[in-house]
C-alpha cells in the first residue's frame, strides 16, 4: 500500500506562483506513473500532469501548459508541481496519485491506484 502526503498549497494572488509536493511511502516509486489532479467546488476531479519515469516523459493537460512543469526526485520519493501565472479559476485542492503500471500515462482519475489526502490552492484575484 503506497502512501501520498501533498504539502506546500496556500493562498496566491493571481499571476503568481506556488509549488506543491507529494511524497511517496513506496521505495519502488520510480516504477509508479505519479500524477497530479485538481478539483474544484462542484466540479468533477481534472487531470494537470502526470509523469512516466520508466517511460521517460510528462504530459500535461493543455490548461497548464507552459505554466505548470512537473518534476520528480526517485531519490527522495517526491514529486513536485510547479505552478506559474495562476489565475483565480485554478483555486482548487490538488491532489497527488500514482499508479503502479509504470510505462502508462492515463488522464482519467479512475485510473490511478493510490491518492494523497489533497492540498488546497486558493488563488485570490
Known amino acids: 500500500q503506497v502512501q501520498l502526503v501533498e504539502s506546500g498549497g496556500g493562498l496566491v494572488q493571481a499571476g503568481g506562483s506556488l509549488r506543491v509536493a507529494c511524497a511517496a511511502s513506496?521505495?519502488?516509486?520510480?516504477?509508479?506513473?505519479m500524477g497530479w489532479f485538481r478539483q474544484a467546488p462542484g466540479k468533477e476531479r481534472e487531470f494537470v500532469a502526470a509523469?512516466?519515469?520508466?517511460?521517460?516523459?510528462?504530459e500535461d493537460a493543455d490548461a497548464v501548459k507552459g505554466r505548470f512543469t512537473f518534476s520528480r526526485d526517485n531519490t527522495k520519493n517526491t514529486g513536485y508541481l510547479h505552478m506559474n501565472s495562476l489565475q483565480p479559476e485554478e483555486t482548487a485542492v490538488y491532489y497527488c496519485?500514482?499508479?503502479?503500471?509504470?510505462?502508462?500515462?492515463?488522464?482519467?482519475?479512475?485510473?490511478?491506484?493510490?491518492w494523497g489526502q489533497g492540498t488546497q490552492v486558493t488563488v485570490s484575484s
Open positions: 496519485a500514482a499508479r503502479r503500471d509504470g510505462d502508462t500515462i492515463y488522464v482519467g482519475y479512475r485510473m490511478y491506484d493510490y
Open positions: 513506496e521505495r519502488t516509486f520510480s516504477s509508479y506513473v
Open positions: 509523469n512516466s519515469w520508466s517511460g521517460g516523459r510528462t
